[in-house]
């Protein structure tokens, strides 16, 4: 093994710990099983093979995100990535997830947040499921605290627009079955 390669007990207890977290903020990224899968992976083995010496667990924590952040986007600007069609929207591995996580893949306010646009989506993702305040993701992002308050508001303002238009959707849609079924 070489010398600057982690303890498996360091990677048993980095991964034990913020895994799940990992693989929940690559899937809000990437919206793809597959995908998410194969950025957790390349970011623990980044981790494995980085010789950062960490503060304190949240100083990892940070790191994680960070690099699972950086990955997802290199993964969506790659080549390959812009000429594979993704065939996995559906994709059976979500019934691998937890009961909360399909829960959460269920819900159309998460559709919802899947459709914006990836700079706004990252914000929610971590203000509203991971619960960082606004200034930990400022710090995170390497930006302004206004930054990701106007970006949390313009994503807000969003998912209040699409989530009302989808509300009208349904109800057209129940007024459309209701006739029929009165007709009959």
């Given at each position: 093994?070489?010398?600057?390669?982690?303890?498996?007990?360091?990677?048993?207890?980095?991964?034990?710990?913020?895994?799940?977290?990992?693989?929940?903020?690559a899937l809000s990224q990437t919206r793809s099983t597959c995908d998410a899968d194969d950025v957790?992976?390349?970011?623990?083995?980044?981790?494995?093979?980085?010789?950062t010496c960490f503060r304190s667990?949240?100083?990892?924590?940070?790191?994680l995100i960070r690099v699972t952040i950086n990955r997802c986007r290199e993964l969506r600007r790659s080549a390959w990535r812009?000429?594979?069609?993704?065939?996995?929207?559906?994709?059976?591995?979500?019934?691998?997830?937890?009961?909360?996580?399909?829960?959460?893949?269920?819900?159309?306010?998460?559709?919802?947040?899947?459709r914006l646009p990836?700079?706004?989506?990252?914000?929610?993702h971590l203000h509203y499921y991971e619960g960082y305040s606004l200034e930990d993701i400022a710090r995170m992002l390497d930006c302004k605290p206004t930054t990701?308050?106007?970006?949390l508001h313009r994503a807000r303002k969003r998912l209040k627009l699409d989530l009302e238009q989808e509300a009208e959707r349904e109800a057209i849609e129940l007024g459309r079955v209701s006739l029929a079924d009165e007709r009959r």
């Open positions: 093994m070489d010398e600057n390669c982690r303890s498996e007990s360091f990677m048993e207890r980095a991964m034990g710990a913020w895994g799940p977290m990992t693989y929940r903020l957790v992976q390349d970011v623990f083995l980044k981790l494995f093979k980085d010789n667990d949240e100083h990892l924590k940070a790191w812009r000429r594979v069609f993704a065939t996995d929207s559906d994709d059976p591995a979500f019934t691998s997830l937890e009961a909360p996580e399909q829960e959460l893949f269920a819900n159309e306010t998460w559709a919802a947040v899947g990836e700079h706004l989506r990252l914000i929610v990701i308050r106007t970006r």
